[in-house]
């Protein structure tokens, strides 16, 4: 079973970046892997995700051109750099993980792991 653990979250004005890590517990070079948010009184929203090898990636319209999400599988570690922060962008953040070694294409695959997630608060 894979653990995973976020870090990197905080407080930022909007306008200004982040640069959430996640961290896993074993190698990673077989799953697909996403970052995923959730603000209270919100539906869950899937933001990005990136294939096993990093050769596809998805993103949703919402962060299109401002977050980019990127692996290094030898670090076990996945990334993502957030740029052009908006107040609508505080959540709570996670990653989640799929074994999975098929191309990511228009969405997001089902993920059967995920971790605590990290909190990001944007101030006006």
């Known amino acids: 079973q894979v653990q995973l653990v976020e870090s990197g979250g905080g407080l930022v004005q909007a306008g200004g970046s982040l640069r959430l890590s996640c961290r896993a517990s074993?190698?990673?070079?077989?799953?697909?892997m996403g970052w995923f948010r959730q603000a209270p009184g919100k539906e869950r929203e899937e933001l990005s995700c990136i294939s096993w090898n990093g050769g596809s990636a998805f993103y949703a319209d919402s962060v299109k051109g401002r977050f980019t999400i990127t692996r290094d599988n030898a670090a076990r570690t996945l990334y993502l750099q957030m740029n052009s922060l908006k107040p609508e962008d505080s959540a709570l953040y996670y990653c989640?993980?799929?074994?999975?070694?098929?191309?990511?294409?228009?969405?997001?695959?089902?993920?059967?792991?995920r971790g605590p997630g990290t909190q990001v608060t944007v101030s006006s």
């Open positions: 074993q190698l990673i070079e077989d799953y697909a």
């Open positions: 989640a993980a799929r074994a999975s070694l098929v191309p990511v294409q228009d969405t997001c695959p089902h993920m059967n792991y």
